[in-house]
């Protein structure tokens, strides 16, 4: 399994950006697709974007869509989120992901074998 560390969480004002890095380790990392979920205190864990493992499809949940750009740099075995145009709304825990092979889009957590241990992000109105 590919292990997962995720950074550059923070506190930001609303309208301000950040950018999350997730770096990986392990199995080869052009062979898995990667996604940015998020958890919200008292609140499921929610897909916010994804990036097949080839090819430069993205997914991106309606909420973030326009605001956030993921992104990957398969020669550092890095994943990137960008989050611009941050809201209140956006604070949560986030969470890189990994799953091995064919992805279809899907935002269901269960796809995803590997996991970070998460970063905080912080918006204040």
């Known amino acids: 399994q590919v292990q997962l560390v995720e950074s550059g969480g923070g506190l930001v004002q609303a309208g301000g950006s950040l950018r999350l890095s997730c770096a990986a380790s392990?199995?080869?990392?052009?062979?898995?697709?990667m996604a940015w979920f998020r958890q919200a205190p008292g609140k499921e864990r929610e897909f916010v974007a994804a990036?097949?493992?080839?090819?430069?499809?993205?997914f991106y949940a309606d909420s973030v869509k326009g605001r956030f750009t993921i992104s990957r740099d398969n020669a550092k075995n890095m994943l990137y989120l960008q989050m611009d145009s941050l809201k209140p709304e956006d604070t949560a825990v986030y969470y890189c992901?990994?799953?091995?092979?064919?992805?279809?889009?899907?935002?269901?957590?269960?796809?995803?074998?590997?996991w970070g241990q998460g970063t905080q992000v912080t918006v204040s109105a």
């Open positions: 392990g199995r080869t990392f052009m062979g898995y697709a």
């Open positions: 992901a990994a799953k091995w092979g064919f992805y279809s889009g899907s935002t269901d957590t269960d796809n995803f074998a590997s």
């Open positions: 990036t097949k493992a080839i090819g430069d499809i993205t």
